[in-house]
Nanobody
Framework: VQLQASGGGLVQAGGSLRLSCAAS????????MGWYRQAPGKQRELVATITRSGTTNYADSVKGRFTISRDNARNTVYLQMNSLKPGDTAVYYC??????????????WGQGTLVTVSS
């Protein structure tokens, strides 16, 4: 199983970016998915999560600016980031809990995509 993230880049403060992350491989079902980020010198932190049925959860720092969504048919999760701030600069990682057999599920991580917000 692989998670392939894309969509990072350099943007000015106030701008927008959309991240995507697609799961592929021997997948029975993709359950919860989410985005985390890690800024230089800081610990990885939760940005947003979404259940298979669409229930979402956001870090207080991104509420009202970021929107997480998913396409279950494509095993893909998205993160629409608006009104970006320099403090959002980080490597963004996607995460998914994936069942690879009827009795086994595991946490998987994408490779990370860098988001840089200039002031």
């Amino acid at each position: 199983v692989q998670l392939q993230a894309s969509g990072g880049g350099l943007v000015q403060a106030g701008g927008s970016l959309r991240l995507s992350c697609a799961a592929s491989g021997s997948i029975i079902v993709v359950n919860g998915m989410g985005w985390y980020r890690q800024a230089p010198g800081k610990q990885r932190e939760l940005v947003a999560t979404i259940t298979r049925s669409g229930t979402t959860n956001y870090a207080d720092s991104v509420k009202g600016r970021f929107t997480i969504s998913r396409d279950n048919a494509r095993n893909t999760v998205y993160l629409q980031m608006n009104s970006l701030k320099p403090g959002d600069t980080a490597v963004y990682y996607c995460n998914a809990y994936i069942a690879t057999s009827p009795f086994a599920g595991h946490d998987y991580w994408g490779q990370g995509t860098l988001v840089t917000v200039s002031s």
